[in-house]
């Protein structure tokens, strides 16, 4: 199976990204700490370097991700030539307003009256990037929502007189070419439930989660054996859970979402479901 998502507006925001970009002396990109690889936009990636913009690169949600693992993309993106990396979580004020000390940096000649320093949030939809803007502000400007692509058109954020912040819409790009790109996003809840089937997604997580974290697994959902194969997963959670439907019959559908309910809340466990050297082994597999 494979999952694409691209609804029409998203063709009319790349546009008005690329025309921000001539403007802009710092591009942030928000990704999910939990799926760094999976959530960087290719066509964000080629403006940006096309512009030759400084960039800082923010893993969002990093208080729901395996935090040894978050240290490793960290390093990996500070070794990105015009690239610096930081991790934080949304829901703390003082990490998200380290924001702005780093983007200074990157653009150390901005951030007078005269000069302000200009900066472009972007990243895939629901990372985050409304909450970071709000915080930043000390305001509630940006519309927030639990559900991807909330944000529409490009805003102009005064967040004081020597700082401009333009918000984008969340983007994603035409063809996602990697499957299991396509399933982490779905399970991260990057992309509109209408574009991928809940229990194939909740049996890719479940795989990816067998061999990354067996024993979060074993302990949460109260495994006695080894864990079950396929979808003898999501059985054991519906009877769990008593998720019966008609007939006595187990209700693999609200096994899987709630199954990916939980990877998404965190309750399972810290969790991140790629490493720079995985995703690197599976690029060179997709060639």
Known sequence: MTIQWYPGHMTAAKKKAEEAMEINDVIIEVLDARIPGSSINPMIESIRLKRQRPHLKVLNKADLADSKITEQWIKFFNSKPNTTAISLSAKKISEVKKILSYSKKLAPHRCTSVKPLRMLIMGVP?????????????????????????????????????????????????????????????ASHTIGINAYDEIETALVLSETLKTLYPKLLIDFYEFEDSLPTDEKFLEHIAKKRNFIIKGNKLNLLKAAISFINDYRNGVIGKISLETPSSRELMLKNLL
Do not use: E, H
């Open 126 to 186: 629901n990372v985050g990037k409304s909450t970071i803007i709000n915080v930043l502000k000390n305001k509630k400007i940006a519309k927030v929502g639990n559900i991807p692509a909330v944000t529409k058109t490009l805003q102009r954020i005064d967040i004081n007189n020597n700082i401009i912040l333009t918000d984008s819409p969340g983007m994603m790009w035409p063809k996602i070419n990697n499957d299991l790109d396509g399933f982490f996003l779905a």
